[in-house]
């Protein structure tokens, strides 16, 4: 579903604000203004799901969607940025990692936090951004990305209506925070690590190749305390004009997605 400019006056996201570095890009400025927003995840049936695995257009990574509403607090993960290709016949691409709160059984509400990375014509630019969806993604200010930086992301929900997002870069020391509040309220029944062909407008931007991206230390923080790794999580790949793009596998701590 494509949600009306009207639909942001509806949220009460704190300070968010747009901000964009002097050195973005002309054409990431661009897409930022015509709004980006992850979606909630769009489930494929195409008969050919095996074990624990399913199918998506958007989403690739892993999810847990059989857990009661009420039941994450928390979701942190760190990866490798890596560097994007564009895809055989496109000059240019974008993907996003990030971790989130609801998104797949709940979809009225996501709360979640990642990066993006670009290409375009060659060159290679860097997002760091936050989102409680329906609202669209904004960028982090005062934070710098390159490939090979160690990227923690962390999204935690203080309330089914107010939470914060926390991106570290672990290569330079920069840790960015901002808390976030929302009208539309979290299930806090969803986890995940996901790798995610994103929306600009109406339509899914380019799916980049982004080689490998691992999520390590990856946990779910529970709210009854304590906290569950990804392995008995569900993953998704990506599948698109009948072609499966990913490969996703999990251990007790991490989360692998391949460009395939």
């Not at 994103?198 to 230390?217: D, I, P």
Request: glycine fraction near 10%; charged fraction near 15%.
């Amino acid at each position: 579903m494509v949600y009306s400019l009207a639909l942001l006056g509806n949220l009460l996201l704190a300070s968010a604000a747009l901000a964009a570095p002097s050195s973005r890009l002309s054409a990431r400025l661009e897409r930022r203004r015509n709004g980006q927003q992850s979606k909630p995840v769009n489930r494929l049936t195409n008969g050919h799901e095996v074990s624990n695995v399913e199918y998506s257009s958007n989403w690739a990574g892993a999810v847990y969607d059989s857990y009661p509403s009420g039941t994450f607090k928390s979701v942190t993960g760190t990866f490798i940025v890596p560097t994007p290709k564009a895809a055989s016949g496109s000059s240019s691409g974008s993907a996003s990692a990030w971790v989130g709160i609801d998104g797949d059984t709940c979809g009225n509400a996501i709360l979640q936090t990642g990066v993006d990375f670009t290409v375009t014509n060659g060159a290679v630019s860097y997002d760091a951004w936050y989102e409680w969806y329906p609202d669209y993604a904004y960028d982090f200010s005062g934070i710098t990305i390159s490939a090979g930086d160690s990227i923690t992301t962390t999204v935690t929900a203080t309330s089914t209506k107010a939470g914060t997002a926390v991106i570290t870069n672990n290569t330079t020391g920069k840790t960015v925070t901002k808390s976030l509040t929302s009208t539309y309220a979290l299930c806090e029944e969803n986890a995940e690590w996901i790798v995610e062909d994103y929306e600009e407008g109406s339509s899914l931007v380019t799916f980049a190749n982004f080689g490998t991206v691992t999520f390590t230390g990856a946990s779910a923080g529970l709210i009854s305390g304590g906290s569950i790794g990804p392995g008995s999580a569900d993953t998704i790949d990506i599948e698109q004009n009948s072609q499966v793009l990913t490969s996703v596998s999990t251990t007790s701590t991490s989360v692998t997605v391949s460009y395939v």
